[in-house]
């Protein structure tokens, strides 16, 4: 089945992650987030927005992925929004996934039943039908 808009996303937060814990403080604003695995569950997608390719980017038939990196906060929103691997920063792909993923909605990442921080990494793919 071909997906009804030539853009996909994915949340991969098994991909980047050091073998310790980086966070102590839960709920302090800057508290650095934790990274799996650890023992605390990861955070889940409820609202995935898919990122709008930019017209100069089709006309260009620039394809591939933009990666992302963000903390999923306590409160179930991406803050501290990075680009870890760029596709376009001239066309404007990377600003168009950076907003998509601001409105993307998590059940945070919890543990011992608490909401905590934790960094992800999102792939944000952009392919023109064929």
Known sequence: MVPSRPVLASLLVALSFPLFLQASAFGAQDA???RPPTSISL????KEVKP???QKAKDAKIEGSVWLECVVTPKGVCSKIKVV????SVFGLDKEA?????QWRFIPAKKQNQPVPMSVTIEMRFWLPK
């Open 43 to 46: 955070p889940t997608v409820v």
């Open 32 to 34: 650095v987030p934790y």
């Open 52 to 54: 709008q390719y930019t």
């Open 98 to 102: 950076i907003k998509a993923v601001r």
């Open 85 to 88: 691997r760029s596709l376009d």
